[in-house]
């Protein structure tokens, strides 16, 4: 499995940034894609995943700032981040989960948001 994360960057309080990923050779149970990020000094945390349902899950703190959305076609994930905050500084990271071939991760993207 590869997944290739981009779209970090710098950006100040109240913008916003894309981040995508590319996903090749998933797992024939992949059944799930999302992000996670972590912060410094702190544990990975989920932050948005869509099944393959279309049935999505965020964490509460970008419930209604951000959106992730896939397009199954081309093998992509995305995750738009509007009206970002300091507190979502992290290196984020791209995620899929498979029932049973487990978890795979990407190579991961800093996003910094400055006051």
């Known amino acids: 499995v590869q997944l290739q994360a981009s779209g970090g960057g710098l950006v100040q309080a109240g913008g916003s940034l894309r981040l995508s990923c590319a996903a090749s050779g998933l797992f024939y149970d992949t059944n799930a894609m999302g992000w996670y990020r972590q912060a410094p000094g702190k544990q990975r945390e989920l932050v948005a995943r869509i099944a393959n349902s279309g049935r999505t899950d965020y964490a509460d703190s970008v419930k209604g700032r951000f959106t992730v959305s896939r397009d199954n076609a081309k093998n992509m994930v995305y995750l738009q981040m509007n009206s970002l905050k300091p507190e979502d500084t992290a290196v984020y990271y791209c995620?899929?989960?498979?029932?049973?071939?487990?978890?795979?991760w990407g190579q991961g993207t800093l996003v910094t948001v400055s006051s």
């Open positions: 995620n899929a989960h498979a029932i049973w071939s487990g978890e795979s």
